[in-house]
């Protein structure tokens, strides 16, 4: 049981670069959402979806993306890369009636 | 002012020790309360959660939250090495996650 998968782990981009952030949960999970974490910020949330074909802004949605084709994957799109985007991003996934997140490992981006 | 304060340390403390990690708010719709604990270069996992106010235990951790004082806390029994990690707390109104804050994380290091 994988739980929740996300690649690359590490990424340098150049700015103005496009590039998608992959996660995928193989626990069916009908909720998934994108995080962004920044020193002394803490965890802010991005996009989230509440099941496939179903997404929604969060707290900082500018410069990102989100689909959700299906009830596996997640990914989010970086549209045209920028400094302030340079952070950790993570991936978490919940089923109705659960408490809590589970978050994936974690992308490390870095944009130069 | 952010919606959730929580002091970023670092904390240091001998092994056996009792821990207090602290995370205050200013939301007075926030009901449900939990603790994550973040290891380095890993996502965060979900330690303990609390519905409104009052005392939850899980071994050597305790959960409290007093709704009057928009205060909650987590104390650390008999604390470890491996307890070594940087904790988050984390809230919200409803019981999804879509309206969750997190606090900016205390980073914690129990000495042997």
């Known amino acids: ?112 | 002012q952010k919606e959730v304060e929580q002091d970023p340390g670092p904390l240091s403390v001998p092994e056996g020790a009792i821990v207090s990690l602290n995370c205050t708010y200013s939301n007075s719709a926030f009901q449900y309360f939990m603790w994550y604990r973040q290891y380095s270069r890993k996502g965060p996992e979900l330690l303990m959660y609390t519905y409104s106010s009052g005392n939850k235990e899980d071994g050597r951790f305790t959960a409290q939250v007093d709704k009057s004082s928009k205060y909650i806390s987590l104390f650390i029994r008999d604390s470890q090495p491996s307890d070594s990690a940087t904790y988050l707390c984390a809230m919200t109104a409803f019981d999804n996650n879509n309206d969750m804050r997190f606090g900016a994380g205390t980073r914690l290091t129990v000495k042997p």
């Open chain 1, 1 to 112: 049981n994988a739980g929740v998968t996300q690649t690359p782990k590490f990424q340098v981009l150049k700015t103005g670069q496009s590039m998608t952030l992959q996660c995928a949960q193989d626990m069916n999970h009908e909720y998934m959402s994108w995080y962004r974490q920044d020193p002394g910020m803490g965890l802010r949330l991005i996009h989230y979806s509440v099941g496939a074909g179903i997404t929604d802004q969060g707290e900082v949605p500018n410069g990102y993306n989100v689909s959700r084709s299906t009830t596996e994957d997640f990914p989010l799109r970086l549209l045209s890369a920028a400094p302030s985007q340079t952070s950790v991003y993570f991936c978490a996934s919940q089923t109705l009636g659960q408490y809590g997140y589970t978050f994936g490992s974690g992308t490390r981006l870095t944009v130069v």
